[in-house]
């Protein structure tokens, strides 16, 4: 697996409460090992130009600093997790500025000890420009296409409740990734299912002007299209769920609980 990656696939997400609704979008992300962080941010002035770039201090607590640093210093701090001892790579699972501009509903730290996925980091950005970190992990295990369930406790969508809790699966191989991310209500059943999934190429390998033509100007049209599928809801007659207070912590943790979907 090649420390600096784009991966290339697609997005998707289905409703099945109250108005049936399912879209499929091409995305991009990149993916990266963030020890590789000013190797990257060089090879996108180098090979993109101004089409794609990467800021530090878009992610965590926007400090600015070293992104190595960073999340170890914030792994340690909030979950007592450390480098060395829990973990020795993090890769990161993102979208890039495009033309200077990126808005990420969600970016995926991977924590992986001798191989195994030791734990993952959902960090959730809402369009009222909050944030919030779901940390999944369980000692000891690969976390590697298991199941996974967090309480939802961070507003992100208005057409779904707080009440309820995601189920978050990674499939993570040499040559692809898959996130996958369900949400099941209070009463159990399944409202939402949405997945990521995409191959894996080397960065640098992957021409500039063909991401151009397959994907357009994407990172707007992330935002635009969340906004489409508002509408269309909208037109629905979907319940509206207004906001709430944020949740007093701003991490949830996860854990493995035997499930299988």
């Given at each position: ?67 190595k640093n960073e999340i170890e210093i914030f792994a340690a701090k909030r979950f ?98 898959t996130a996958h991310i369900n949400f099941i209500a209070a009463d159990h059943s ?52 207004t906001k709430p207070e944020l949740p007093e912590n701003a991490v949830t943790y ?8």
């Amino acid at each position: 697996m090649s420390s600096l990656s784009i991966l290339q696939g697609h997005v998707y997400h289905s409703r099945s409460e109250t108005a049936a609704n399912s879209f499929r979008y091409p995305i991009f992300n990149i993916y990266f090992s963030v020890d590789e962080t000013e190797k990257l941010q060089e090879l996108f002035k180098r090979r993109y130009f101004r089409l794609l770039s990467f800021k530090p201090s878009d992610y965590l607590e926007k400090t600015g600093g070293n992104l190595k640093n960073e999340i170890e210093i914030f792994a340690a701090k909030r979950f007592q997790f450390h480098r060395g001892a829990d973990y020795d790579r993090v890769y990161l699972q993102t979208i890039p500025k495009m033309f200077g501009y990126v808005f990420n509903p969600v970016s995926f730290w991977y924590f992986f000890k001798s191989e195994k996925l030791a734990a993952v980091m959902c960090e959730v950005n809402n369009t009222f420009g909050e944030k919030h970190y779901y940390w999944l992990n369980e000692p000891s295990a690969n976390l590697n296409s298991q199941w996974m369930t967090a309480q939802k406790e961070f507003h992100v969508s208005p057409f779904f409740p707080i009440d309820g809790k995601y189920k978050f699966r990674f499939d993570i191989n040499s040559d692809s990734v898959t996130a996958h991310i369900n949400f099941i209500a209070a009463d159990h059943s399944k409202r939402l299912i949405t997945w990521i999934k995409g191959d894996l190429s080397e960065l640098n390998q992957v021409s500039p002007v063909k991401l151009v033509l397959r994907y357009g100007w994407m990172t707007p049209l992330v935002v635009i299209r969340i906004h489409m599928q508002a509408v269309k809801l909208y037109f629905k007659k979907v319940k509206f769920f207004t906001k709430p207070e944020l949740p007093e912590n701003a991490v949830t943790y996860g854990n493995t609980n035997g499930d299988k979907k």
